[in-house]
């Protein structure tokens, strides 16, 4: 499978990422369209992985301080799971963070997702919030050090 893995370019790729964060991750709990946006998009590196012309994976860096950023708003097609994409973005989510002089990442996993955080070498530390109301997220680091 030739999947891309870029910054999205243009409007129509721009659409497509924010389209798949709110399908996936929204969507499904009622959520209506806009609510997969926050204050702090445009501070943000985004990434989109592409199979086909389609954006089949999407994940962003966001920078919480000189030394550490947070990966938030994973997420992959339901058809395109357990394909290697997500794993994909994260590693070139954390290049890009090691390019920008970031030596440790953050994230708050949703608890189906903390094993294959896991796997990449992040560390589960704790729980950390719910959202609405039923998705228990946990508070996982991985240091970028070598």
């Not at 089949?56 to 339901?78: D, F, H, W």
């Amino acid at each position: 499978m030739n999947i891309i893995v870029k910054q999205p370019e243009s409007p129509e790729e721009l659409r497509q990422y924010f389209d798949l964060r709110w399908r996936i991750l929204r969507a499904p709990w009622g959520q209506p369209q806009g609510s997969e946006k926050d204050d702090i998009e445009d501070h943000c590196f985004h990434l989109i992985a592409k199979h086909n012309n389609q954006t089949v994976g999407v994940g962003r860096l966001s920078y919480n301080s000189a030394t550490e950023a947070q990966i938030r708003y994973m997420a992959v097609a339901e058809d395109y799971e357990r394909k290697g994409i997500g794993r994909m973005v994260v590693r070139y989510l954390e290049q890009q963070a090691i390019n920008s002089g970031i030596s440790t990442i953050v994230l708050h996993a949703r608890e189906p997702a903390v094993g294959f955080y896991q796997r990449l070498g992040y560390h589960l530390e704790e729980k950390s919030y719910v959202l609405f109301d039923e998705i228990q997220h946990y508070r996982m680091t991985k240091s970028l050090m070598a």
